[in-house]
């Protein structure tokens, strides 16, 4: 046994310090294409004085470090490409305060949003924001998630008030008070926040929350081209519908659920919405969206307020991908999700229509099209370069549009492995400035190494120290 493994053992509890090869093997990937690498242990911490500790022994043996919440990223994240200590943050599971009056809740990193919400339901509040897969609230700060609901609530950036994070010599810091607002100091909240565990280890999170609406319908609208349902939800966003999901799904997905499911729903261009607050707003709402919607060429319109019956609607917009992926048996996910500005949306996603025919690859657009988010699920092998270089040319591409209309390579997938060689071309200088807070907070390079903002590497790993 090595001397840090030695003792990262005895700072720890029995049973805290794992090097299993099954342990090792479930934390050597995410749900992403990207090739799998086993950590040298993972770290299974309870309190805020554990990460500390594995932080020092870090530090004295100069071992990476990964943060790991439950492996649902999508840009490998989590891939310790150096090896090291994976910190799982999955004990870490308590909700420690829930401060009703104040609209804020306190929790560590291990907490996942369905988990929260199911506490806050007997306050009449919720955590809003809605990423798809049932993820840990830390790793969502640490990607800055978002989702379906962004359009209304905004992603995790704004939605975390403070942070308690453990830096890369052990120290701890608070990175912003309670108050609904501040103007005293550097923003490090919002730093931290899609920091991607690069700048320390989270151990504590306070979040807003809000109020669940009193009233909820959800509607499904079918269009016979991807410009107008993009044209319709454009113009949702520009009326002030007060609308709290708008979701394009694509024919291809439609078909692909279709085929696995036996339903028969019409293989369009569909979106699904989302309305809520008080009835009679609600109601005015759905009136008013669905004349944006005929305005635009709706063929069909359905909306339906039961519980059950919305979840029936948005099942197709839920499974959309793993349902898409079924047909491709064998192959990885490989999903982009580029954003740009609402204006640039139509002329954005006709360009992704043409790169997809045009490079040839499996592929099919799905998206947040209220903020102006988009995905491509593209089905590859990742054994077969040809393949594999059609999907990162088509991927490249489809960056390079978005960049040049003044929009990011990611809207809240993150950057992780995948979306790092795009970083130059979206920030310029600016990804200057990031390498060095990188280099101030992690001299050695050891906060989950290869990843975000580190120079491009061969060999896989940082190179920050040598930058």
């Known amino acids: 046994m090595s001397d840090w493994l030695r003792e ?4 720890l509890r029995p049973g805290q310090v794992s090097v299993s090869p099954s342990i090792l093997d479930l934390h050597s990937h995410d749900e992403s294409y990207h090739t799998p690498h086993r950590p040298d242990a993972v770290v299974f911490p309870e309190s805020t004085d554990d990460v500390v500790a594995v932080m020092r022994v870090s530090q004295r043996y100069q071992i990476p470090v990964v943060p ?18 994976t910190v799982d943050t999955s004990r870490m599971n308590r909700i420690l305060a829930i401060s009703p009056d104040d609209f804020l809740v306190q929790v560590e990193p291990g907490v996942t949003r369905k988990q929260l919400n199911a506490a806050l339901r007997s306050y009449g509040l919720m955590f ?11 790793g969502m700060a ?8 962004t359009v209304r609530y905004g992603a995790m950036r704004d939605n975390v008030r403070a942070i308690t994070v453990v830096l890369a010599d052990g120290r701890v810091i608070r990175t912003g008070s309670l108050a609904a607002k501040s103007s005293s100091g550097y923003n490090l909240t919002g730093l931290f926040v899609g920091s991607e565990g690069t700048l320390g280890v989270f151990t504590e999170l306070w979040l807003k929350l809000v109020g669940i609406p009193e009233r909820t319908l959800a509607a499904r609208a079918v269009f016979s081209t991807v410009a107008q349902a993009v044209q319709t939800a454009v113009g949702l966003v520009g009326s002030g519908v007060p609308v709290t999901r708008v979701e394009l799904v694509a024919p291809a997905y439609i078909a692909a659920f279709n085929q696995v499911n036996g339903t028969a729903y019409a293989v369009k261009p569909t979106l699904f919405l989302e309305f809520g607050g008080a009835p009679q707003a609600v109601r005015e709402a759905v009136e008013l969206a669905q004349s944006i919607a005929s305005d635009e060429g709706c063929q069909e319109w359905l ?47 006709a360009d992704a229509e043409a790169l997809l025919t045009e490079h040839g690859v499996h592929g099919a657009i799905i998206g947040h099209v209220g903020d102006g988010n988009f995905h491509v699920s593209l089905a590859v092998q990742p054994d077969d370069p040809a393949e594999l270089a059609r999907a990162n040319a088509f991927n490249a591409a489809l960056v390079a549009r978005a960049v040049a209309v003044g929009g990011t390579c990611t809207g809240e997938h993150g950057v992780g492995l995948g979306k790092r060689k795009y970083q130059a071309l979206e920030h310029g200088p600016a990804l200057d400035v990031m390498q060095a807070v990188k280099r101030a907070l992690d001299p050695d390079g050891r906060m989950n190494p290869g990843k975000l903002i580190d120079p491009l590497d061969a060999s896989g790993g940082s190179s920050l120290q040598r930058a």
């Open 8 to 11: 990262l053992e005895n700072a």
């Open 68 to 85: 790991f919440g439950v492996g649902s990223s999508l840009e490998g994240h989590v891939v310790p490409v150096r090896g090291g200590i």
């Open 128 to 138: 809003p924001v809605d990423p798809g897969a049932d993820a840990s609230l830390g």
């Open 303 to 349: 909306a339906v307020g039961d519980e059950a019956e919305r979840n029936q609607l948005w099942e197709i917009r839920h499974e959309a991908a793993h349902t898409f992926m079924r047909l491709y048996p064998g192959r990885k996910h490989m999903a982009t999700d580029v954003c740009v500005p609402l204006s640039k949306l139509p002329e954005a996603i």
């Open 142 to 149: 640490a990607t800055n998630a978002s989702g379906t609901t």
